[in-house]
Each structure stands twice: as structure tokens, then as C-alpha cells.
């Protein structure tokens, strides 16, 4: 069976189905996409703004691409703090 070629991103009318439990994963997915959002193109950030928009949430709110788009250029990135140096017990 030969692969099928790759499709340019477009719209899709879908949402996502997960489990409480997975929620956390979005989360991290959507803040890794926010960190990433100026190293994306134009037409990919269009993309994703009217994606948004589309998809549902397991809390219903009305949302625009505006209300999106004001988020993501109002979020604020913070460095990692490093964990803890471990002590070692010398006696």
C-alpha cells in the first residue's frame, strides 16, 4: 500500500475527544504551540486562529480569532527555574 501524500493544513470541522485525566497533555501542547507561535509563518498562524475558533471545548464560551489571537500576544513566557542541586550527605 503506497502512502498517501502529504495534505496542506486547511480547517477541519472537528474537535478533539479526551479524557479528564489527558487534559494536562493539551495543555502542555497548546502552551508549547503559544511558545512557538512567532517561529510559525503568517498563513500557519491564520490557520491555527481559525481553528480555534472552530473546535469545541469541554466548557462552552464564545470566542473569536481576536480573543485568541490577544491571548497568545498577551501570554507571558518565564524561564524554567533549575531543579534543586541534590546535597550529598557526608558525614
Known amino acids: 500500500m503506497r502512502p498517501l501524500p502529504p495534505r496542506a493544513p486547511e480547517r477541519i470541522a472537528k474537535t478533539l475527544k479526551y479524557s479528564e485525566a489527558q487534559e494536562h497533555l493539551l495543555r502542555r501542547l497548546g502552551a508549547a504551540l503559544v511558545l512557538q507561535w512567532d517561529a510559525l509563518t503568517d498563513d500557519q498562524q491564520d490557520l491555527l486562529l481559525d481553528q ?10 464564545p470566542h473569536e480569532s481576536i480573543d485568541v489571537e490577544n491571548f497568545i ?11 534543586p542541586a541534590a546535597e550529598d550527605d557526608v558525614t
Open 52 to 61: 480555534a475558533t472552530v473546535v469545541e471545548d469541554r466548557d462552552p464560551a
Open 73 to 83: 500576544r498577551g501570554a507571558k513566557a518565564v524561564a524554567l527555574q533549575p531543579p
